[in-house]
């Protein structure tokens, strides 16, 4: 079993140390554990969205540090990453800090239309400025533009704009074809995230048709929880595996030093 996202109290919204989830994830079984804190966002965006500057170096090393240890002990395999918004107009602010630190792995991720966390529950109110198609056409949109900057090895959650069950009412499969095309495109994988099982859309992402259609273009894939608590490290593991199956899915990718490596489902 392995979990590629995960985050740890740093990035401001979610608890535990990292130690405590190299202990739950040797709890659960999990061989490879991927840290995936929220890389540091431009100044002037809310506090408890990422890590504050100060912490990147800091987090950088604890990871290291544990994923030491961990090998040292015949533990779970620890891994370095780290989630990167996408925001227009900062890519070279996200490069520099990849540039910066040794990452085994970039997850790309879109929480932000304009100036608006999508996926805060405190600002949910303004999805009644936006019409459905509307707001997953924009989404899909933005989610294109950033799998094309090259500055990401796996797209994360890549149907967040569901989070709240904010359905379109058009057929959504043209817009989960282009994305997987551009995601073939340029390289990146597409990430079974679990956590949307904990969410009120009840679904993981991305749906079992985007999927699908991830697999026909010949795009990898890997796993995670997007645990923000000890306790979810690993959690729906099954369910997650159970969807990449029924997409056709044999395999999942690991990255290390940013290389991806199969494993067998």
């Known amino acids: 079993m392995i979990d590629l996202h995960v985050h740890t109290a740093r990035c401001g919204h979610a608890v535990g140390s990292a130690a405590e989830y ?49 090998a040292g002990s015949g533990g779970p395999e620890v891994l370095l ?38 996926d805060d529950p405190t600002l949910r109110e303004r999805y009644s400025e936006w019409t459905p198609d509307l707001l997953w056409g924009r989404y899909f949109e933005d989610l294109a533009a950033a799998a094309a900057t090259g500055l990401y090895d796996v797209m994360a959650h890549p149907d967040l704009v569901k989070k709240f069950d904010y359905r379109p009412l058009v057929d959504p499969k043209p817009l989960f074809r282009e994305a997987a095309a551009v995601f073939h495109e340029c390289g990146v994988a597409v990430e079974v995230n679990t956590a ?70």
Request: aromatic letters at 10%; a negative charge; one cysteine or more.
């Open 81 to 118: 990453g780290v989630e990167a918004d996408w925001i227009p107009g900062q890519e070279s602010l996200v490069r520099g800090a990849l540039d910066e630190h040794e990452f085994d792995m970039v997850l790309g991720s879109v929480h932000f239309i304009d100036d608006w966390a999508f």
């Open 22 to 70: 190299v202990a739950a994830a040797a709890s659960a079984k999990v061989s490879v554990i991927a840290f995936t804190d929220h890389l540091p966002l431009p100044p002037g965006y809310t506090p408890g969205y990422a890590m504050p500057w100060v912490q990147l170096p800091l987090y950088v090393n604890e990871v290291r540090a544990l994923a030491d240890a961990s």
């Open 196 to 265: 949307g099982l904990r969410k009120p859309c009840a679904e993981i992402y991305p749906s079992l048709d985007f999927l699908k259609e991830c697999r026909i273009a010949g795009v990898p894939a890997t796993i995670g929880s997007d645990a923000h608590c000890p306790e979810e490290v690993g959690a729906s593991w099954p369910a997650g595996r159970d969807l990449l199956l029924a997409a056709g899915y044999s395999s999942v990718v690991v990255f290390r030093r940013r290389e991806p490596q199969e494993i067998p489902l």
